[in-house]
């Protein structure tokens, strides 16, 4: 497609536009990341029970890290919003979701447990999903650094 603008002429508005474009991607994910981890940390207060449910057997206090994993989830959320913390932000948020991932192996692991919360098969689901996340976050928070392709001189 970018061949045929550029026989045209019209590689330099091209360019333009997709830069733009992923900018507008970009902030539309952070938006959306940041809804989605301030919403669920609100969550972990309003009703914790779930969360505390999850939470495996081998770990203690589990209603404690459900408080503390849901105000690390507001304030990460947040804070993803804010350029200056964005990065701090986002590996913060990372390492989180690495952190409670134990909770989604629990929940794979032991379907029968948690029926009323969804299919074994939507825990199953669940795991990749969580890398998805990780990748958007990582993305979004520039985790890791794009790189400029050189040009050839």
């Known amino acids: 497609m970018q061949s045929l603008w550029s026989a045209f002429g019209a590689s330099g508005n091209v360019r333009r536009l997709q830069q733009r ?27 914790p029970a779930p969360f505390v449910r999850i939470v495996p057997p081998y770990f203690q206090h589990a209603a404690l890290l459900v408080s503390t994993s849901g105000t690390l989830e507001i304030v990460g ?17 990372i390492l989180l979701l690495l952190a409670v991932f134990p909770c989604n192996i629990n929940m794979a692991l032991h379907p029968e447990s948690f029926r009323d919360a969804g299919s074994p098969l939507f825990f199953l689901l669940r795991l990749p999903v969580q890398f998805f996340y990780i990748a958007l976050i990582s993305w979004c928070g520039n985790v890791v650094p794009a790189t400029r392709a050189r040009s050839s001189s």
């Open 77 to 93: 959320g947040l804070a993803l919003l804010w350029r200056p913390l964005r990065r701090a932000a986002a590996s913060g948020l």
């Open 21 to 47: 474009l992923a900018r507008v991607a970009k902030v539309a994910t952070l938006v959306a990341l940041s809804w989605l981890f301030v919403s669920t940390g609100v969550m972990h207060f309003r009703s």
